[in-house]
């Protein structure tokens, strides 16, 4: 079994920017593809982003243009980059496995000035 470890989560201020990692304990080549997903208090979990083996991304609508997910490989770790971020991004963000089912323990992300 493969472990997940996001990082990066914080508080900032609506406009900002915030970078979220998650390593992976084994190759990342093997546990494609891989997603980032979010909930906040009394919602369901949604998918945000995911990339594939071949650096094909989908995105939910509500980040279009504003998140970013890509990997390295070489670190097995996959990246959420976070712009132009609104209140309405709060939530705790997990990385995920979809194939495999694995995920991460979650990383808090706060919106509020």
């Known amino acids: 079994q493969v472990q997940l470890v996001e990082s990066g989560g914080g508080l900032v201020q609506p406009g900002g920017s915030l970078g979220l990692s998650c390593a992976a304990s084994?190759?990342?080549?093997?546990?494609?593809?891989m997603a980032w997903y979010r909930q906040a208090p009394g919602k369901q979990r949604e998918m945000v982003a995911a990339i594939g083996s071949f650096g094909n991304t989908n995105y939910a609508d509500s980040v279009k243009g504003r998140f970013t997910i890509s990997t390295d490989n070489a670190k097995n770790t996959v990246y959420l980059q976070m712009n132009s971020l609104k209140p309405e991004d709060t939530a705790v963000y997990y990385c995920?496995?979809?194939?495999?089912?694995?995920w991460g323990q979650g990383t808090q992300v706060t919106v509020s000035s």
């Open positions: 084994g190759a990342l080549s093997s546990i494609y593809p």
């Open positions: 995920h496995a979809v194939r495999h089912g694995y």
